[in-house]
């Protein structure tokens, strides 16, 4: 097909060729004339077929042909249609072709300086004045199998195993448990089921969700069932639990997994699907905001604190959407400095949820620095930010922009329900100050699934306290900045850090070689993906670019990177599993 020579020509150049020498007038006028050919040849359909026909063809060298069949055009037809939308100043600035104003670091900086301007003093540390505190039960990522079958074979050729079409195993430890198994495996229906009921034992003031509700096996959804996880959970709670309940979406809760029309329209049936089966809990103004945007603002009955939940999509590199509008798409930014401005006003103290953390480097650069900035300027009233997406229990620092040494916000990143990454299930109640609402302390609880699969009864238990377990008093960000500093002396202190990462599954128990140190330290101590590549002192388009490149790479073909290994940084190897 000549069209698809050309346009594989085309996007080697567009990829490889952003070099010093580009960046001048004549590399910007190239790339804007790219993507002009590609408006036109993209936007007929016979054209996506012919790249579908071609990724078919080459996916099969590290996959199997069934695979492939029903993996690409499961990601390549549903994009069809968005091509009139590519903006190539955006596109072009991106690949370093052009300069735009908008989206440069002299901008970064003149933004940051307006909104730190006047920063009011954080909230001071005191004891409690609450007689009982609040609890709030966060859990994530359940990534649900509905098809998960018992017995089955926890080796197979798909990206999840353990299904009714998993095959049988030939070794009986390969069979899976009746609870659950640590590896390519999802969440049993029975497993969540328990999980739901220790919700409801432990009857908290608050339950937050944090999303990524559907299994792994993403090229086989479809929108005939992809809300019947959230449905499923809702229902489940609806007569059951008197908990006031925040939910947020996921990556992969979008169709096909991580994209969403941030020009709405064609992704507005998700978003009323999740308004609709939470309805229950959100207040007229929340169910509305959700419906239409996929975030809310919500107040705990009954209190000053304030719950609001961001739209993940907005600021998620892997949703090809984002070329309409890579810095506030929705005016989500808008929209939060806003809420916080009006939380201040009224004295309400502000808990921040949201699905992929904006370490993460599926997370938009622009947009990661800029929330940065407003978790500066409102330090005084955010009390947490809760995470999900990354399936382990870390903690990332964000660092004040004037004085870099000064930790002034912590991302919690919490571990996940789904044992898929081999980590055990998981989830975590905090204790909360009813009068400052300052984290005081929390406890986290794990379902271990070996001891669970042997015996065949999940109990689910406390495994640690975050004051007893860290060795500290507060849980405060100046606190966290101890904990890093210990675990940069203490060998023994930071493998107990890591089992906790890992929650108590097979890799915490890997010994950690100074050559891994700086990536973990940094992975620790950096608040949103550009401060995580600049501590580890990479350059933009040697790390950054690349992972970024390899996430999209890996949609298709989770092991691509095997068969280029010259082709990666040494410094990056272990930060391709978020």
Known sequence: NKGWAIFSLLCFAGICGASSSLKESTGCTFCHTLIQFLNTFLYRKESIQAIVNTVVYVCQFVKTKDFCEKAVPTFAFPLYGIFDMLNSTIICTRLSFCNSYIISEDFDKIYTASKLRSVPPRYKQRTSDSAKPMTILVFGDPHIDFDYEEGRSVRCNYDVCCRKDSPFPIDPKDKAGPFGHLGKCDLPVKTLDTFLNKLIEINPDVAIWLGDNNAHNTYEHKKETHLQGVKYIADYLKNKDNSSLDAVMGNIDGLPDGQFDVRLGRSQWILEGYANALKKWYSPEGYKSMRLFGRFSELVPNTTLRVVGLNNFVM?????????????????????????????????????????????????????????????????????????????DLFLLTHSFSDPGRVIGVAQSHPSLTPYSETNPSFRVYEVDTQSYRLLDYEQYRLMLEEANKERVANWTKVYRFKSYYEEQYVEPETYNKILARMKKDKDYLQKVQRARFADGPRGNNPISERDMPELLCKYSS???????????????????????????????????????????????????L
């Open 316 to 392: 998620d590199f892997t949703n090809i959407f984002l070329f309409a509008n890579t810095t506030d798409a929705l005016g989500q930014l808008s929209w939060l400095e806003n809420e916080l401005l009006n939380a201040e006003k009224n004295e309400e103290a502000v808990i921040i949820i949201g699905h992929v953390p904006l370490q993460s480097q599926s997370a938009e650069r622009t947009w990661g620095l800029r929330y940065s900035v407003l978790m500066e300027r409102f330090a005084n009233i955010v009390r947490g930010q809760f995470f999900g997406h990354i399936h382990e």
């Open 527 to 577: 608040g949103y993906f550009y401060e995580y590549d600049r501590c580890l002192n990479a350059t933009y388009t040697s790390t950054k670019d690349y992972i970024r490149f390899s996430i999209l790479c890996k949609k298709i073909f989770p092991k691509w990177e095997r068969l280029l290994p010259r082709l990666q940084p040494p410094i990056i190897r272990n930060t391709l599993h």
